[in-house]
Every structure is written in structure tokens, then in C-alpha cells.
């Protein structure tokens, strides 16, 4: 076994061994190995037998259609369907490579699916070119047979040692592995805060993405080191090698469990400046993780995972007995629900016809232009929201607001969301506070409404940084150039926590950058009182905290704020956290 070591950002510290399992999703994420001679009759084998199923499954879908009364077409459908599956160019064909070049049978058929495209591209006839996309079809039914269903979960029992590989997951995907205990997770695409990373970094384990190429380069079943920390992955490790990494394991769990002793302990600087440390949670259940890290509240509770993963929107109801839950179980602590901020990479089925077809989606109808174009949508949430505030601490947050006609807009939605409970008196707290994410470079260079017309703010680092550096935060082609220390980032930042201090309006981070060790003096130094992060990084945060004296910092943070050499920053930087 040839070992070798793949690179990416780590999203996620630790340290994790344990053995591959590849999520499979789209043709682009075939591997590619070689077999041994031997072992070719058994791959043929193995193709042959999902050529069989895929005709069954087709038999019984033309089946379940003649007892029905579907049209005639979908019956002709199936027919061609089933005809091309039969054609000896799909099920002969990549036999031949199997054995000729020594390869997977998956990438044989990818191989054969290749030739077969560009042969129809160059049919003149448009109806039969249009055929490909049929072959192509039937192809992926081949391919998804041979390769697993996709997302396959590892049994029970086996999960612990189990580290996913994906090419790309969306967050709805990776969500779903929240009820699942895997050892890591890493992905080929990605960005340090695309929705993606920072729901895998919810799952607890270490995870690395923009790994580029190891869903091609991984095999289901290899032995792997995943070092979230260090941002590597190892593959088949020598003995030497896992030695040494089991030894760092226990250190790292170690210094985890030391720091677990902090968790009711005040957060204080040594200067005596109190700090309240809250936890971003994506869904109710993530509350047991906040209070066990010592969250003084739930800064950000990102709704739109209600709406992820099913059929149909949730019902008021149901948004309602959510946010109660979570209102309920941090027993009197500020509970922030911020309305759903779906579009761009977070897209529910059942509204892709209005959100998907941007062209642009992180500059299209996102978060409250989303809420705001569907006001259906919004009153329904506000609704539950509304009623959520009778049995807890609950406030409000809106996300992306850029300007003062979209405050007004959605606080009338909040009136006549108010007016229609007290109609139909349906208890809630007249006095629920209502904020505002600062997320566009706008929002902070225009903030006097913002101060006048809202009762808290909320810094979204992850789509500041994003919207002020023009860089796509899920893209890992560009990933690089996602700085948070950008001078003209900290200068915002530094900005809005200043004006909104001034003004006397609270105000907190929660990006990423509130979880992160290498601000928490500089946003302590620029006077942030409030961070929100996830649930795992508040109590490292809370260390860092008690070890900082924020008078000591200012001097160092003023320098930070004036100087725009990224080698000089990094230096003051680097004293500041010294
Ligand atoms: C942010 O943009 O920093 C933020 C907290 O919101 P989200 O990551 O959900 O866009
Ligand atoms: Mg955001």
C-alpha cells in the first residue's frame, strides 16, 4: 500500500485514524484504481451484476407505471431506457476495459460513457443527439449501483473508526450525518466558512476540505489519518506514522477534557471585563452540546435548517415547537433565532424555482431579500418565532440587511405578525428585541439606521469578509484569498463594533471569526463584549479570555487597526497572542 499525504484546510481540529468510506454523489466523483489480474473476472463480475439490477429496478418501475395511470411517454421512456441498457455498447463494452486496461469497473464505464457522449455530439439529427442525455442517465443508475447508494452510512458499530471522503456535500447532506458518530469527514471542495465546513465542524470531528482530488485518489476501506489541526490527511500510514499520531490523539483529548473544567466558570479578562460567550446551533438539538461547553445563551440559531432535507416546508407549528424547545432548554438565557437565510448554497426542494436560478446566488435573493420577496414564508416564521418568546429569553435577528428600507420592510412583517396573534390571542412578549446581522460592507458604512431602528447587532464575519474581499466563501479555488485579517476587513469590523458601542447598542460576532483563537484578543481589544461560535470552540475561547487583560491589548490593537502591510499586521498580531 503506497502511503501519501493530501492537503487542505483543516475546518475542524483533532486528530482522527480510522478507515475510509467514500460518499458517492455524481460521475465526477468516480475513482480511478488499478486490480490485480485476478482479481479482473470478479470486477466483470461486479458490473455484470448491477447491469442485472438496474433492469430490475427499470421492469419494476414500468410495472408500478401500467398498474397506474401515468402517460403513455413515461412508458416509452422506460423503453428506451431499458434499450440502451441492453446495448452492448453500454453492457459489453466496459467489460473489455476492465480487462484490457486493469481498472475498476466503475471507471470503465465512466470511460465507455465518455465515447459514447462524444459520438452522439456528433450526430446531426437533433432528436437522436438529444438522446444523450438518456444514456447518460441510464449510465448514472449503472454507476450509482456499482459504487453504492449515495451517502451511504457505514453499518452501526462500525462508525467510530469510519472517516467520510466526499467530493462536495452540501450542508443539507452533511446535517443529516449529525445523528451519526464518525471519526472525520473530508471533502475535495470547499472554503473555510462555506455553510459546508461549518456544519461539519458541528459534527465534532476533525475535518479537512479543499483536499482537490482525494475522492479520486482514496479507496473505500484504506486507513487514514485525518489531522484537522495541521489541515492533512494521511493515507495508509506506516506503523511509525500511526504511532506517532495516536500518541498526539491522546494529547489532544487530554488538553480537551482539561479544558472542560472551565465550563461554568465566569467569563472574565483579567482586568475584570466580563464577556458573554454564546453558541451558534444549527438545530434544537444542539443545545445539549452549547450548555455542556458552558454557552451563556444561543447567539445564533440558524433557522434554515428547519427547512433542509424534506419534502414540503415546515408548518408554523412545527417551526413553533423548534424554537419553544430551544427556548425552553437554555432556561432563561438569550435565545437568538435568526429568520431563514436560505439561497446560495442552502437551497430547499420545494424552492428552488424561486432561489436556484440565479445567476449569481450569493448576491441574488438570499436571507431577508428571500424573506421579504415571500412574505408568506416570513409571516409563517415570525409567527412561530412570536410565540417561541412566550416560554424564553428569544430575540429576533435579521440576516443580510443592507439598508434601511429592508429594516422597515421586515419590521412591519413583524407588526403584522404581532397583529395577527394578538387577534387570535395567541400568548407572546410585546417587548421581543429584534436585531440585525451586519454582513455587507454597507450595513457598516451606513449603519445610523441600523442603530436607530434596531435593539442589537450581530457581525457575520463569514459573509463580511466574503462580500468585502469579493470572495465566494464556498469556492476553494479562491479560498485563499478569504483573509479575515485583510486590513480592510478589520477596519469594518473595528468600524461597526466602535459606532454601534458608541450608540450604546449591543453588539456581538457571529462568524467564524468569533470561534477562532487568533482573534479573540484583537475583537476583545476593538471592544467586543459578546461572541457567538460553535459549541466546541467556547470553552478554548473562554481560556483565552481569562488570560487576557483587554486594557494591556489596546495599544497593540490601535497599531493592528492602523497598519495595511499584511507582514507587519501578522507580527503585531502575532505579539498580541504572544
Ligand atoms: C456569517 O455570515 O458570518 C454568519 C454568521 O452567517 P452564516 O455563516 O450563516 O451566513
Ligand atoms: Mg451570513
Redesign the pocket.
Known sequence: MVSFALHGIGVSGGIAIGRAQLVSHATREVAHYTIPLAQVPSEIERFTTAIGEVKNELEGLHAALTSGDAPGEFGAFLDIHAMILNDPTLSEAPKRIIAEQRCNAEWALTLQMGVLVEQFDQIEDSYLRERKADVVQVGERVLKRLMGRPGTIPPAGVEEQTILVAHDLSPADVIQFKQHHFAAFLTDLGGV?S?TA?VARGLNVPAVVATHNARQLIRDGEMMIVDGSNHVVIVNPDRAVLAEYRLKQNEFDLARQKLRRLRSKRADTLDGVHIELHA?IELPEDIEHALKNGATGIG?F?SEFLFLNRTGLPSEDEQFEAFRKVAEGMQGMPVTIRTF?LGADKQQADLEGLARVAPNPALGLRAIRFCLAEPRLFLTQLRAILRATHYGNVRILL?MLASSSEIDQALAMVARARESLREQNVPFNPDVQIGG?I?IPAAVLAMGAFLRKLDFLS??????IQYTLAVDRADDAVSHLFDPMHPAVLRLIALAIGTASKAKVPIAV???MAGDLQSTRLLLGLGLREFSMHPSHLLGVKQRVLQTDVTATEPWVERIRRADEPDKLAMLLARLNA
Open positions: 466558512t455553510h461549518i451558534n445564533l440558524r437565510d440576516p446581522m454582513e457581525i457575520g464575519t463569514n459573509d463580511l457571529c462568524g467564524e
